[in-house]
């Protein structure tokens, strides 16, 4: 999955004098990142550095910025289902698969961990007459042709109830930014709401990532 804006690394940096600068990797394993921007004080500040490219294989890689700079490491994982709900960061890796229905709807999914009632994330598309990339909004009564359902489970509950959280219609949005034969690609946020999307209690989903074979 290619990086975008998002995928950041900050970095320490001692300014001897004020000025634009421009701070870059080279390019390991497919992707780089680079920083720009102008210092205005001098001495120990914080830099952002955005990253670019797309990986070309699974494992940690190590980058080093600058003529002088430390080095930093960053984790590619292969298969994946991220996001942040509620601010915290969370990974549905766990027994993570995708699959085809017909043409005109898939399902993806996976869990946080290898435990029994273990949390889970469950995104279900469908757009007729196939599935392509694009953005597929929450499935509503006015929306039942291009949408997106989404439901995830937080903890353990013997009947359906308030620990499963589903979007509620125009709150919740998926882009597929990749669409092939095996796999499917993209980006996800918005509100979830317990009750399976009857209640008032609400998660908010940010950051949401996923590269899921099928």
């Known amino acids: 999955m290619a990086l975008d ?20 990797t080279p ?17 120990s500040q914080t830099i952002s ?13 190590t980058y080093s910025p600058g003529n002088n700079g430390c080095t930093f490491s960053v984790t590619v994982l292969g298969d994946f289902l991220s996001c942040s709900i509620d601010g915290i960061a969370t990974t ?5 698969a995708g699959i085809i229905v017909d043409p005109t709807s ?13 949390p889970f994330f469950l995104i279900g598309l469908a757009k007729n007459p196939a599935i392509t990339t ?3 909004d929450q499935l509503s009564l006015t929306n039942q042709s291009t949408f997106c359902f989404v439901h995830t489970k937080t903890g353990f509950l013997l009947k359906h109830g308030k620990l499963h959280w589903q979007g509620q219609a125009g709150g919740f949005t998926v ?13 996800f946020s918005g509100t979830l709401y317990s009750d399976e999307g009857l209640g008032t209690s ?13």
């Open 202 to 214: 609400s998660k908010v989903v940010t950051n949401g990532k996923f590269s899921v074979p099928y």
């Open 175 to 187: 882009i597929v930014t990749s669409y092939t034969t095996n796999r499917i690609e993209g980006t």
């Open 92 to 96: 549905f890796n766990f027994n993570l």
């Open 106 to 118: 898939m399902g993806l999914g996976g869990e946080a961990t290898s435990a029994v009632n273990a």
């Open 49 to 61: 550095l955005i990253g670019t490219g797309t990986p070309v294989a699974q494992g940690t890689f």
């Open 27 to 43: 390019t390991v394993n497919g992707i780089s990142f680079t920083g720009t921007g102008a210092f205005t004080t001098t001495g």
């Open 134 to 136: 694009g953005t597929y």
């Open 5 to 24: 804006s998002s995928n950041i690394v900050t970095i320490d940096v001692v300014v001897s004098s004020t000025g634009t600068y421009t701070v870059s």
